[in-house]
């Protein structure tokens, strides 16, 4: 059975931290990208950042570039993603993505919520 199970949300003031956990089961994690997926209350969803399935690749969204650094463990099929300088409009559901050509996999999500 694949899992994606993500970790690490919670209530944090603004220019707080977090780190997020996305633990993979089931599946070969080493051959998928992997992605951080949020969604705002009300909003759709955006993407936030992805990587390689080496981890030699990253990419980020505009919006969270130079505050959130995203990261894979292969060996214990985890993905992070470091949150710092965190703002109110980061304030969303967290989701991770595993991705392989026309193959996906979905995480339930994690709650982060930015406020004082």
């Known amino acids: 059975e694949v899992q994606l199970v993500e970790s690490g949300g919670g209530l944090v003031q603004p220019g707080g931290s977090l780190r997020l956990s996305c633990a993979a089961s089931?599946?070969?994690?080493?051959?998928?990208?992997m992605s951080w997926v949020r969604q705002a209350p009300g909003k759709g969803l955006e993407w936030v950042s992805a990587i390689s399935k080496g981890g030699k690749s990253t990419s980020y969204a505009d919006s969270v570039k130079g505050r959130f650094t995203i990261s894979r463990d292969n060996a214990k099929n985890t993905v992070y993603l470091q949150m710092n300088s965190l703002k109110p409009e980061d304030t969303a559901v967290y989701y991770c993505?595993?991705?392989?050509?026309?193959?996906?996999?979905w995480g339930q999500g994690t709650q982060v919520t930015v406020s004082s």
């Open positions: 089931g599946f070969t994690f080493g051959s998928y990208a």
């Open positions: 993505n595993a991705h392989f050509i026309l193959q996906e996999y």
